[in-house]
């Protein structure tokens, strides 16, 4: 690919590493190619970080054309920077893509580009502890019409983000409501992509939870808002009996890169693993009984969270005394350590940016 490199004339200031928060800072640069019917993808280039103009009836700001991606850039203490499993996001992409009927963006080119942004941007990413440069790729039509259908015209943009811990208190276990009524995503839907749309949908959700004093939403399945999916933005797990229950990749569930390689690192240390659904009755009986002894999400953006309580119409159960289980750490500790290269990548999950 020929990336055309504009410089921005003067580059930004850098946020304090100790108080990056999530997602507020941006770097210098950001990635970009166009994308019509007739050309295909064409001019990329790297351009200073700054507003996009849109029609007004661009089809992504009426009818929600667009899909995104997430991963981070970590620094090692050897001053060398480390993207995690790229091409899984890329992958992922690319099955959004078609889901939405929006170009596909080939494998070998997202992760060419990626790498090229970070290369441009690298004293961006940040080296305090707990610390990485979020990735944030994603895509949207940009034809002006108002008829529904595929549109002709897309961007890919990518833009990055130097951000600390997701939860500024840290690993710490929250509190989740089980939401009973609004559903995320139905199978045969876009659950399994991820666009906006579906962040949309799902903010009602959150604002509720936050009222009864929770962190996030656990949405159960959109038929009989029975089967525990997702964790907000995350995917989530659960430790009942010493054997791990997760839902399965069945459609109306994002398919985590955490979750994956989280799945592959609790089978390699020999424990059992059901990808199968998992009622909200038995995880409160469970809960009640003692037999669920941990449960956390999963996303790249918090790694892993804790979830110290659920709280399901009138009833509620603690989990492990509202304290960071056992298993629940060692996960974070042993794959935030593969990320950052203060583990051996056995997986051979990393890529050095170079
Ligand atoms: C992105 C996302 C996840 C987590 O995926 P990762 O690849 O692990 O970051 C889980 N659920 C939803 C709804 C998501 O959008």
């Given at each position: ?37 007739h ?19 661009c ?23 480390l ?20 170009p ?20 961006w ?24 259908h ?34 995320r995503?139905?199978?045969g ?44 933005t ?27 390689s ?19 009755d ?12 941990e ?17 399901y119409k ?39 940016v170079?």
């Amino acid at each position: 690919m020929n990336i055309r490199v504009e410089k921005i004339a003067v580059p930004k200031q850098k946020p304090d590493e100790k108080n990056l928060g999530f997602g507020k800072f941006y770097t210098d640069h950001m990635f970009v190619m166009d994308y019509d019917s007739h050309k295909g993808w064409h001019d990329a280039r790297i351009v200073p970080y700054g507003p996009i103009p849109l029609e007004p009836t661009c089809v992504t700001l009426h009818y929600a054309q667009e899909t995104f991606e997430g991963l981070k850039a970590y620094r090692t203490a050897e001053g060398k920077i480390l993207l995690f499993r790229p091409e899984m996001n890329a992958r992922r992409m690319i099955n959004s893509n078609r889901r939405l009927c929006m170009p596909e963006f080939p494998e070998e080119m997202f992760v060419e580009a990626v790498k090229a942004i970070v290369k441009m941007d690298a004293d961006w990413v940040p080296s305090e502890p707990e610390t990485s440069l979020y990735i944030r790729p994603f895509m949207f039509a940009t034809e002006g019409a108002l008829g529904v259908h595929a549109a002709n015209s897309y961007k890919f943009v990518i833009v990055l983000s130097p951000s600390g811990a997701y939860y500024k208190e840290g690993v710490n276990p929250v509190r989740i409501l089980i939401e009973d009524e609004l559903v995320r995503a139905v199978k045969g839907g876009t659950g399994f992509a991820k666009c906006g749309g579906n962040y949309a949908a799902s903010i009602l959700g959150q604002v509720k939870a936050e009222k009864k004093g929770c962190a996030q939403v656990l949405w159960l399945d959109g038929v009989e808002r029975k089967y525990v999916e997702e964790v907000g933005t995350m995917n989530v797990m659960f430790k009942i009996n010493n054997e791990i229950y997760t839902a399965p990749i069945d459609g109306s569930v994002l398919p985590g890169v955490t979750r994956d390689s989280i799945l592959h690192i609790l089978r390699d240390w020999g424990y059992t693993v059901h990808e199968e659904r998992l009622s909200v009755d038995d995880l409160m009986a469970a809960g009640h009984s003692g037999a669920l002894e941990e449960a956390f999400g999963t996303g790249t953006a918090a790694v892993i969270s804790p979830i110290g309580e659920f709280i399901y119409k009138e009833d509620s159960v603690k989990i492990n005394d509202f304290k960071t289980g056992e298993l629940t750490q060692k996960l974070y500790d042993y794959l935030t350590g593969i990320q950052w290269g203060k583990e051996e990548d056995k997986y051979g999950w990393t890529t050095v940016v170079e």
